[in-house]
């Protein structure tokens, strides 16, 4: 149940009143009793804190509920003029069927070809291709052998495909399948044996064959003009660890890391010689930065909560709507508002920080 501010302050200053009037207890005591009011302030406090008045996730929201969606009346499926997602025909089919009119089917009479009606079908067909590569030997009149050279990649007597090493990454890496279910897919649709380990080595094999994609992402970053960054905590095998994140318009770097702040940052290498803008939630690591510094409105949005609702601030809450109308304008108007309306928004904006 949610702990009124108002409430609260009610009751801290009654009892500082009584303490106040108390001329028998002694400086020490009333001391204490600060000390202790002090404490009860800042515990009663962090019992309001929630997802949307700080930077803890909704998952720690007591008694948290899901949102329905407001019913509409619209009917379901893609409104007007929705711009929505459907098949097209191709103009080269895999496979053609031709239909025949049964003729006698038709009145007498006679007739001639004009056309066709075409209707087209998508479909998957899920298949083994098994392909057999054979190496042609020669010897010379001396008994010498010569072998044809197999395609690169191509190495054992059996083995797997890149097509079936590529689908088993997928859903690993990407659907976050568990192993034992990728065994039962492949076993259940292509009859086809995988082992864990095999999925374990096509994943690894994928990551090492990234590390030139991964070093360009990292000089993407780094030379960025703007970038954003920041980090949550995630489980590795029972311990606590870091996902950080480091993104601009094209280009997105998550790695996890022990760490949380400058050594992190330091062993990917794309912070530590950024010179950009880096939007983030003002954690003081970044600070050490040397580059522009833009702090996050979503933070903004959260501290600004938590001083309405929590410290009954009233600018808090007016200027909490004001950053919240000036987003949703600059939406519509396709990201950028024009001069005499942002410089209006700014004249508020400095009116209410003032």
């Not at 001329?23 to 009860?40: D, R």
């Not at 948290?64 to 893609?78: A, N």
């Not at 009479?109 to 075409?118: D, S």
């Not at 890496?173 to 649709?189: G, K, M, W």
Request: charged residues 30%.
């Amino acid at each position: 149940m949610k702990i009124q501010s108002i409430d609260i302050e009610a009751t801290i200053e009654k009892a500082r009143a009584l303490i106040d009037e108390d001329t028998q207890m002694s400086a020490a005591t009333k001391s204490m009793f600060e000390a202790l009011i002090l404490l009860i302030s800042l515990l009663a406090n962090r019992l309001n804190i929630n997802s949307k008045n700080s930077s803890k996730p909704p998952s720690s929201d007591p008694d948290r509920k899901r949102q329905s969606r407001p019913k509409t009346g619209k009917k379901p499926g893609g409104q007007k003029g929705h711009i929505g997602t459907t098949l097209k025909k191709v103009d080269d089919p895999d496979r053609i069927e031709l239909i025949k009119i049964d003729r006698r089917s038709l009145p007498a009479g006679r007739y001639r070809e004009a056309g066709h009606e075409v209707r087209q079908v998508f479909d998957i067909d899920i298949s083994t291709v098994v392909t057999e590569y054979r190496a042609q030997v020669l010897e010379d009149e001396n008994g010498n052998r010569f072998v044809a050279s197999f395609p690169e990649g191509v190495t054992k007597a059996v083995q797997y495909g890149a097509g079936i090493k590529a689908h088993a990454v997928y859903m690993s890496q990407f659907q976050l399948i568990p192993y034992n279910r990728i065994q039962d897919y492949f076993a259940d649709q292509l009859q086809i044996p995988v082992s864990e380990g095999s999925i374990f080595n096509f994943n690894k094999q994928t990551y090492d064959a990234l590390a030139g994609f991964e070093d360009q992402v990292r000089e993407k970053l780094s030379t960025s003009a703007v970038a954003h960054a920041d980090e949550t905590g995630i489980n590795i095998d029972g311990k606590r660890h870091w996902l950080h994140c480091v993104s601009n318009d094209f280009w997105t770097m998550f790695y996890p890391h022990e760490k949380r702040g400058s050594e992190a940052f330091e062993e990917k290498a794309v912070l530590p010689g950024f010179t950009g803008i880096l939007v983030h939630d003002h954690w003081k690591p970044y600070y050490k930065l040397d580059c522009t510094h833009a702090l996050c409105n979503a933070h903004h949005l959260r501290e600004l909560t938590r001083a309405w609702e929590q410290d009954g601030q009233h600018w808090a809450n007016d200027l909490k709507k004001l950053l919240e109308t000036i987003n949703n304008r600059v939406t519509d108007a396709g990201g950028v508002q024009d001069g005499q309306q942002a410089e209006k928004y700014r004249f508020e904006y400095r009116k209410l920080i003032k």
